[in-house]
């Protein structure tokens, strides 16, 4: 626990800066951790002898990220195109001998799918009008969820959620992380609208039933990293943050969290 501290106190260091001046400086943030987990994601399937093509995954997380960023008009080409190229590629490898080949292509494309685009909605929720406060407002009950069902789960989780997917996540957990987000998303709105410089008419309910989803469904991308995880016999997708795991073990509830956040904002707030 200790250690998992000490690292989110490096991150937040690193981190606010770059969310608050937002531009270059959120996507290197953001960038580094959704290519990094791009990466992290080619070498759980490798494990278990499936063959993604790293450089278009990679590379193709990197080109929509960077399009949706600072070019949203090209982030549709873009994206086409790499799906393009990874069928070429795979139908190359199979004409090679590759059995699994069209099986590679699906991982290949899911990678560039979900990490690249549907990852993609971090940008698009900074990009938004007053986007650091929207941004903040949706990460921090999406962080604070996760603590709360980091802790109370430890603490009192008797009652197993997900055993064959995430053994150590519990109800009791989860209850503990909807609640948390409740609390913090209505909160948040409180404090930034009364004493802070976010100037909108969302409600301090609204923000509340936005922590409710921000503590509820997140848990499903935890859990869908913890199902390739297991695909690939792995415990952590990789060791590059001590205490937290790998780039994808972070970013896993992030990605939920900034497509609902970004929905839920366009459709009932700005």
Same mark, same amino acid.
């Given at each position: 626990?200790?250690?998992?501290?000490? *690292?989110?106190?490096?991150?937040?260091?690193?981190?606010?800066?770059?969310?608050?001046?937002?531009?270059?400086?959120? &996507?290197?943030?953001?960038?580094?951790?959704?290519?990094?987990?791009?990466?992290?994601?080619?070498?759980?399937? !490798?494990?278990?002898?499936?063959?993604?093509?790293?450089?278009?995954?990679?590379?193709?997380?990197?080109?929509? *990220?960077?399009? !949706?960023?600072?070019?949203?008009?090209?982030?549709?080409?873009?994206? /086409?195109? +790499?799906?393009?190229?990874?069928?070429?590629?795979?139908?190359? /490898?199979?004409?090679?001998?590759?059995?699994?080949?069209?099986?590679?292509?699906?991982? +290949?494309?899911?990678?560039?799918?979900?990490?690249?685009?549907?990852?993609?909605?971090?940008?698009?929720? !900074?990009?938004?009008?007053?986007?650091? @406060? @929207?941004?903040?407002?949706?990460?921090?009950?999406? @962080?604070?969820?996760?603590?709360?069902? &980091?802790?109370?789960?430890? /603490?009192?989780?008797?009652?197993?959620?997900?055993? !064959?997917? =995430?053994?150590?996540?519990?109800?009791?957990?989860?209850?503990?992380?909807?609640? *948390?987000?409740?609390?913090?998303?209505?909160?948040?709105? &409180?404090?930034?609208? +009364?004493?802070?410089?976010?100037?909108?008419?969302? *409600?301090? @309910?609204?923000?509340?039933?936005?922590?409710?989803?921000?503590?509820?469904?997140? +848990?499903?991308?935890?859990?869908?990293? =913890?199902?390739?995880?297991?695909?690939?016999?792995?415990?952590?997708?990789?060791?590059?943050?001590?205490?937290?795991?790998?780039?994808?073990?972070?970013?896993?509830?992030?990605?939920?969290? /900034?497509?609902?956040? &970004?929905?839920?904002?366009?459709?009932?707030?700005?």
């Amino acid at each position: 626990m200790r250690r998992r501290l000490i *690292t989110a106190l490096g991150l937040a260091f690193i981190g606010l800066p770059a969310i608050i001046l937002g531009g270059i400086f959120y &996507y290197l943030l953001m960038g580094t951790f959704l290519i990094g987990a791009a990466w992290e994601y080619v070498h759980m399937f !490798r494990a278990v002898k499936f063959e993604p093509q790293i450089h278009i995954t990679v590379g193709g997380v990197a080109l929509v *990220t960077l399009s !949706r960023m600072f070019l949203p008009e090209f982030a549709m080409p873009v994206f /086409a195109a +790499t799906i393009l190229v990874a069928l070429t590629y795979h139908l190359i /490898a199979y004409e090679r001998g590759r059995e699994q080949a069209a099986l590679d292509f699906c991982i +290949t494309v899911g990678g560039v799918v979900y990490i690249g685009w549907v990852g993609s909605y971090l940008f698009d929720l !900074r990009n938004l009008p007053q986007g650091g @406060w @929207w941004f903040m407002l949706v990460m921090f009950c999406v @962080w604070l969820g996760d603590s709360g069902a &980091y802790s109370i789960g430890r /603490a009192y989780g008797r009652h197993k959620m997900a055993p !064959r997917l =995430s053994p150590k996540k519990s109800w009791e957990g989860y209850i503990a992380s909807v609640f *948390t987000g409740l609390f913090a998303g209505g909160f948040y709105v &409180y404090v930034y609208t +009364t004493f802070g410089s976010l100037h909108s008419d969302i *409600t301090i @309910w609204q923000g509340a039933v936005l922590g409710l989803l921000l503590g509820a469904l997140p +848990t499903l991308g935890d859990l869908g990293e =913890s199902m390739f995880k297991r695909q690939s016999g792995l415990k952590d997708s990789s060791d590059v943050i001590p205490g937290h795991g790998g780039f994808f073990d972070r970013v896993d509830s992030w990605i939920w969290g /900034a497509a609902i956040g &970004y929905y839920f904002l366009i459709w009932f707030i700005i």
